[in-house]
């Protein structure tokens, strides 16, 4: 079973300040995916980095992937009240015959205060 | 609207009494998968369905079992639930048949075994 450890497990930040968030294991991925869940609701797809030492933005967020494929990044500045909620990486198996099994990280509980 | 749905919302059952937990897509996704979410692990993918009559097991299969007899639906059934399958249910769809497609979840059944 591949395992994705995901830290800091909680931050409390105020508002303006910059964060980071990690997502690391000792296995391979074919692709890893940041999903930001809200209290009562499902995971939504923030982003998914399939190659080595990619970098995608989405506004105030920033995606790394690890060059080799082991690892990824989160990182947010200026981090407004909005940000707040859960935070998991989810990584999809790199073996030949299990494409479709995903590992998700256990997740960074972010709390934003004005 | 495009969506995936989920039944019931809200369970509480007792221990041993076979269950079943509807989930539903109208997006014609390939992909369809379950996951159990509990604090502090994060999600962890149960079963996942790659297309019609193809199922395979994630990383905490024990005590469930699922069929995909069509392609919009994917019930997750418990045979004999016990209070460790005590959890949050999501069920979740991709339109590739691959995990790295961006997945839609549903909003979530919470399940209590007493």
């Known amino acids: 079973t591949q395992l994705l450890e995901q830290s800091p497990q909680f931050l409390s930040i105020q508002e303006g300040e910059n964060l980071t968030v990690y997502c690391n294991s000792s296995?391979?991925?074919?692709?890893l995916q940041w999903y930001r869940q809200e209290p009562g609701e499902g995971p939504v797809l923030l982003v998914t980095v399939v190659t080595g030492g990619e970098v995608k933005k989405l506004k105030r967020l920033t995606f790394q992937f690890g060059d080799a494929r082991k690892d990824s990044s989160l990182h947010i500045t200026a981090a407004q009240p909005g940000d707040t909620g859960l935070y998991l990486c989810?990584?999809?198996?790199?073996?030949?015959?299990?494409?479709?099994?995903?590992?998700f990280g256990q997740g960074t509980i972010l709390t934003v205060h004005p | 609207e495009a969506q995936v749905t989920q039944n019931p919302r809200y369970l509480i059952t007792v221990t041993g009494k076979k269950l079943t937990v509807t989930c539903s897509q109208n997006?014609?996704?390939?992909?369809m998968s379950w996951y159990r979410q509990d604090p502090g692990l994060g999600l962890r993918q149960i079963y996942y369905s790659m297309n019609v009559e193809v199922t395979d097991k994630g990383d905490v299969p024990e005590g469930y079992k699922v069929s995909r007899k069509e392609k919009r639906n994917f019930p997750l059934i418990l045979e004999s639930p016990s209070p460790n399958q005590t959890s949050l249910y999501f069920c979740a769809s991709a339109p590739s048949n691959y995990a790295s497609g961006e997945q839609y979840f549903g909003p979530g059944t919470r399940l209590t075994v007493t």
């Open positions: 997006m014609n996704h390939e992909y």
């Open positions: 296995s391979v991925f074919s692709s």
């Open positions: 989810a990584g999809e198996d790199a073996g030949g015959t299990s494409y479709g099994k995903l590992t």
